[in-house]
């Protein structure tokens, strides 16, 4: 065999071996790999590209080499499942670097972080004065964790007593102009739904570049041709429209009658109406 053609088998048969071991090793982006990880990925890249045109190296010697080190891997990863002790060993642990709103400087030596450094990851969480943090912590994967103090914490509905409607993922059902059945189903929709639903915009299946179905049933589309304008769902707009216009009618009646009980019937309609409006507030708004 020439040369030229067996640096090309090997490469193509490490590729696809080094390609198959990192899909089911490595399940995360290489950024967020432990040093130990990032050293096996490392190593065995390193083997892979010496074997694919060191001809002189017996293609058997490259593979068992592969095969010890991928082997190690997977024995160490059953470890760090099994042992926190071997878990912590691997992958360390956060070291806090401000606790109770104090910065510690012992913990920034040790782990030779600067004082500008700390700054600069402060402000990419968005946090520009360290009298804000409550505690943060530098994890073993080098990011910075961040606890504002609980007066300077953003908003939230439920810091407010707020009722918010519970979110949950949408459905992708359209995608590149092919329908996806196992997403309708999971809904609890079908093709005929979906294309309903479609045939009242106007728009053919074809035409869709993506859609989506959201907790409430509402179809969201973007279509190929991006100088077409798709109507947004108007439904919930539409039932909170009218149930206000129900109150307002039940309002306008109790006040215009002059038998007592009509008026009680009104009122007490008007009230349970009201009580509608407020509970589905949290998916009109």
Same mark, same amino acid.
């Given at each position: 065999? @020439?040369?030229?053609?067996?640096? *090309? $088998?090997?490469? !193509?048969?490490?590729? =696809?071996?080094?390609? $198959?071991?990192?899909?089911?090793?490595?399940?995360?982006?290489?950024? +967020?790999?432990?040093?130990?990880?990032?050293?096996?990925?490392?190593?065995?890249?390193?083997?892979?590209? =010496?074997?694919? %045109?060191?001809?002189?190296?017996? !293609?058997?010697?490259?593979?068992? $080499?592969?095969?010890?080190?991928?082997?190690?891997?997977?024995?160490?990863?059953?470890?760090?499942?099994?042992?926190?002790?071997?878990?912590?060993?691997?992958?360390?642990?956060? !070291?806090?670097?401000?606790?109770?709103?104090?910065?510690?400087?012992?913990?920034?030596?040790?782990?030779?972080?600067?004082?500008? &450094?700390?700054?600069?990851?402060?402000?990419?969480?968005?946090?520009?004065? /360290?009298?804000?943090?409550?505690?943060?912590?530098? +994890?073993?994967?080098?990011?910075?964790? *961040?606890?504002?103090?609980?007066?300077?914490?953003?908003?939230?509905?439920?810091?407010?007593?707020?009722?918010?409607?519970?979110?949950?993922?949408? &459905?992708?059902?359209?995608?590149?102009?092919?329908?996806?059945?196992? @997403?309708?189903?999971?809904?609890?929709?079908?093709?005929?739904?979906?294309?309903? +639903?479609?045939?009242? =915009?106007?728009?053919?299946?074809? #035409?869709?570049?993506?859609?989506?179905?959201?907790?409430?049933?509402?179809?969201?589309?973007?279509? %190929?041709?991006?100088?077409?304008?798709? @109507?947004?769902?108007?439904?919930? $707009?539409?039932?909170?429209?009218?149930?206000?216009?129900?109150?307002?009618?039940?309002?306008?009646?109790?006040?215009?009658?002059? #038998?007592?009980?009509?008026?009680?019937?009104?009122?007490?309609?008007?009230? +349970?109406? /009201?009580?509608?409006? #407020?509970?589905?507030?949290?998916? /009109?708004?």
């Amino acid at each position: 065999m @020439p040369g030229w053609l067996e640096v *090309v $088998a090997r490469s !193509i048969g490490i590729i =696809i071996i080094l390609f $198959a071991f990192f899909k089911g090793f490595i399940r995360k982006p290489i950024g +967020e790999c432990s040093a130990f990880e990032y050293g096996i990925v490392a190593g065995m890249s390193v083997i892979g590209a =010496i074997g694919a %045109f060191s001809l002189q190296s017996p !293609i058997g010697l490259v593979l068992t $080499a592969l095969f010890v080190w991928g082997l190690l891997a997977i024995g160490l990863a059953y470890a760090v499942e099994k042992s926190a002790k071997v878990r912590t060993f691997i992958y360390g642990r956060g !070291i806090p670097l401000i606790k109770d709103g104090k910065i510690l400087e012992d913990n920034m030596t040790k782990q030779h972080v600067t004082s500008d &450094e700390l700054l600069r990851r402060l402000r990419s969480k968005d946090v520009f004065q /360290t009298a804000d943090v409550e505690f943060a912590v530098l +994890e073993s994967n080098g990011e910075l964790n *961040v606890l504002l103090k609980s007066d300077k914490q953003p908003i939230s509905p439920s810091a407010l007593q707020i009722k918010v409607a519970q979110t949950k993922q949408p &459905e992708t059902v359209i995608k590149d102009g092919e329908i996806l059945d196992e @997403p309708l189903a999971t809904r609890g929709l079908n093709r005929e739904w979906l294309e309903t +639903e479609l045939s009242k =915009i106007d728009v053919s299946v074809e #035409n869709v570049f993506l859609a989506q179905v959201d907790k409430d049933g509402q179809l969201t589309v973007d279509l %190929f041709d991006d100088q077409l304008t798709v @109507p947004q769902p108007t439904e919930l $707009a539409l039932l909170s429209a009218s149930l206000k216009k129900v109150q307002a009618d039940l309002s306008l009646f109790a006040l215009d009658t002059e #038998n007592m009980r009509s008026r009680e019937r009104y009122e007490w309609c008007e009230k +349970e109406v /009201t009580e509608l409006i #407020n509970d589905l507030k949290p998916y /009109t708004s």
